[in-house]
């Protein structure tokens, strides 16, 4: 188990490292700030003097060393555009972004398993047929039209639900939840299931092919021969045999929703990460560009370790590994 | 049940108990594939019986159709194969025309099943003993613990070593041998009057593979279970059979006690596999091997689907086709022991 924490930690380092990289990169080549930050008017001591609190005039290799200690410490210096803390102003980003992914995974979850199984057990019923067709919409329709096509609908037609916003906050600590007041859960159901939408077909194809995998093999033909009822084959022996490759691609796809609300925060102007680094891009907002890569990268890196877990805990043959 | 019919009677074995009806009695099965170029028949007019307390070999080339035999008798024959003629009485009750649900409740209680790989029969994710104990709580009234206690049982009764300890295991921590006698405890969990064995030897290590038949006509004997016993390996029928059945391309070819099968084999065929045997080598007349393979599903010959190998062949072989009759010791379908020409 140590030797497995070890590995891990140094695997999890060295990815960090390569990502803190690129968000160096794009720190320096991107553009001046200096003249990104200063109107036209600015005299030179003006910009020497920025430049250096900026720490622009170093050499490359300290800039990277300073930016990596920096980051390490939650430190990505100061915004650009509005001179406050990179990392205060995420902060205060990211629980909307959070709760956004987290509803979106649960949406593609309780609905993608059931969907899966009921379309790999009942093969060539109309409603399965009807599953698999419309998982077919799903997946070629873009996140945006599926956002607006939602808004026309439940907000402008129906006016069921806000278009666009969180509604109300309530802070807990430092984070705040949309969750626990009415008007914040009715805000989160557009964007979640925009944003779920395609989630939900993953889950449903990946189950699927999972289930008709595993009702082959031959344990279940057996189980069958134990005379257990077809529910139980299904829905205890079947369906756990399944949920490994779901638990993988669910954890992984948690990272790539945090990317895709990009486009959904935009479209409902949802006050989370997405949206501030899209404003950040607008503007070569350079810190706040590369605090998001770094902090996307170590939620994708902490998935990862989460999933080796889980998978230990859903499957014995992994639990006993080092013996 | 007190009646005895004459076929009890003949079974003097089974004179102690009272239970009149074999474990298994196949009339007539037929088995069909419907494919998109004309149906498949895969079993051919398969009539065979268990008795209880006996144990049933039946051999033949891969491709015979003992599998296919063995899944129809359990219900377990994948769609579109389905049972096209013949009846299946599992311990005097009709079991082909059940239904799925009714079905559930016959497998595993009435007839249980050990299938050749033991590595993959048993679900990786639960514990040996969450499986033993769904399974008899599935078909007893026992409580949890009380299923726990049989479970415990189970494991000592086929040979497992320390039970307390491996029934909290899972089957990855088990050897193929152990895993094995793990399937055998599940098949056994409520006592069925019938197990279908589909080679449960062939995966295993030849010294193992003793071990598990011995245990298996151990159990047979005790239990007076009967069992069907598939292989291709007629010397795991002669240590552990006590009739066998031989089949080709779908049918019967020969049956009858497994000394004059081995010894005093009737049909070409039989005596080409017997001759496959090298423990058995030492006989003069052994030398003579099966040239050819068997005929494909789609592409079986005319008449005796054994007259293309057939050392014996003549031209009523290719044209008509032979039914199981009376031959020495044993029961052969050759023209050979019909008496007119072949
Ligand atoms: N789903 C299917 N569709 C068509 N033909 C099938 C199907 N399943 C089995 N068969 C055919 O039925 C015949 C009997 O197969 P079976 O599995 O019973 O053979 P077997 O005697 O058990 O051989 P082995 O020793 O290889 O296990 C074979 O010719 C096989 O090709
Ligand atoms: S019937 Fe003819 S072909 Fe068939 S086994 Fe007998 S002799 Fe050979
Ligand atoms: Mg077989």
Redesign the interface.
């Known amino acids: 188990m140590l030797a497995f924490l070890i590995k891990r930690s140094a695997n999890a380092i060295f990815v960090m490292l390569s990502v803190s990289f690129i968000a160096f990169m794009i720190f320096r080549f991107v553009g001046d700030p200096v003249e990104l930050m200063l109107n036209e008017q600015a005299t030179q001591e003006q910009r020497d003097e920025l430049r250096n609190r900026l720490g622009l005039d170093e050499p490359f290799i300290v800039q990277f060393g300073t930016f990596v200690s920096n980051a390490a410490q939650g430190d990505f210096g100061i915004s650009f555009r509005n001179q406050q803390d990179v990392l205060g102003m995420i902060a205060e980003r990211f629980p909307a972004t959070f709760e956004l992914v987290i509803v979106a995974t649960l949406i593609s979850l309780v609905a993608g398993i059931p969907m899966g199984v009921i379309t790999a057990i009942r093969r060539q019923t109309w409603y399965a047929e009807a599953m698999q067709f419309t998982s077919i919409i799903g997946v070629s329709l873009p996140s945006f039209v599926v956002g607006i096509g939602l808004i026309l609908i439940f907000s402008v037609w129906l006016g069921w639900m806000p278009a666009f916003g969180r509604g109300e906050t309530v802070d807990i600590g430092w984070w705040s939840t949309g969750l626990l007041t009415h008007s914040g859960r009715m805000s989160i159901i557009l964007p979640a299931l925009s944003l779920s939408l395609f989630q939900i077909t993953l889950v449903m194809r990946l189950v699927r092919a999972e289930m008709l995998e595993v009702l082959r ?3 279940i ?10 529910r ?1 084959i299904h829905f205890r ?1 079947a369906l ?2 399944c949920l490994m490759p779901v638990v993988t691609m669910t954890a992984m796809q948690i990272g790539g929703l945090i990317a895709f609300a990009l486009v959904t925060e935009t479209v409902f102007q949802w006050p989370g990460m997405g949206l501030l680094f899209i404003q950040a891009v607008t503007f070569v907002d350079v810190p706040i560009m590369a605090a998001y890569l770094c902090i996307v990268a170590l939620i994708f890196v902490l998935l990862n370790t989460l999933v080796d877990i889980t998978y230990a805990m ?4 992994l639990r006993g590994a080092e013996k | 049940m007190m009646l005895h019919s004459p076929t009890v009677l003949e079974a003097a074995e089974s004179a102690a108990d009272p239970s009149p009806a074999p474990a298994l009695e196949v009339s007539n099965l037929t088995v069909e594939f419907p494919t998109r170029r004309g149906v498949l028949t895969a079993i051919d007019d398969v009539s065979l019986r268990v008795e209880p307390g006996e144990i049933l070999g039946v051999v033949g080339e891969s491709g015979a159709g003992k599998s296919i035999t063995g899944l129809a008798v359990l219900g377990l024959l994948e769609a579109p194969g389905r049972i096209a003629g013949g009846e299946i009485h599992v311990s005097g009750r009709r079991v082909d025309t059940l239904t799925e649900e009714e079905l559930t409740k016959v497998r595993g209680r009435e007839m249980g099943a050990i299938f050749q790989d033991p590595l993959t029969a048993l679900n990786p994710l639960f514990s040996v003993g969450a499986q033993l104990v769904e399974t008899i709580r599935l078909h007893t009234d026992l409580s949890r613990e009380a299923a726990r206690d049989r479970a415990l049982h189970l494991l000592r009764e086929v040979g497992i070593p320390a039970p307390e300890e491996r029934l909290r295991q899972y089957p990855h921590q088990f050897s193929g041998g152990m895993r094995q006698r793990v399937v055998i405890a599940l098949a056994l969990a409520a006592e069925p009057e019938l197990i279908i064995a589909d080679e449960p030897t062939t995966a295993l290590d030849v010294s193992i593979q003793a071990q598990i038949t011995t245990l298996l006509r151990r159990l047979c004997k005790d239990h007076r279970t009967g069992i069907m016993l598939v292989t291709h390996d007629m010397g795991v029928i002669a240590e552990t059979a006590d009739r066998v059945v031989v089949m080709y391309a779908g049918r019967m070819v020969e049956m009858g006690r497994v000394e004059d099968v081995i010894h005093n084999a009737q049909h070409p065929y039989t005596k080409g596999l017997m001759s496959a045997i090298p423990s058995l080598h030492d006989r003069v007349d052994t030398l003579t091997q099966i040239d050819g393979s068997m005929p494909r599903l789609n592409s079986r010959p005319s008449g005796c689907a054994f007259n293309p190998r057939c050392p014996m062949a003549g031209p009523r072989c290719r044209r008509d086709r032979p039914n199981l009759v009376d031959a020495g010791p044993n029961r052969a379908a050759c023209f050979l022991h019909e008496g007119g020409t072949q």
């Not at chain 1, 033909?221 to 077809?230: D, L, N, S, Y």
């Not at chain 1, 859903?314 to 043959?317: E, G, L, M, Q, T």
């Open positions: 093999s031959d344990f033909k057996f189980a069958r021969a134990r005379g257990i009822p077809a139980a022996h756990r045999n859903i499957d014995p043959r």
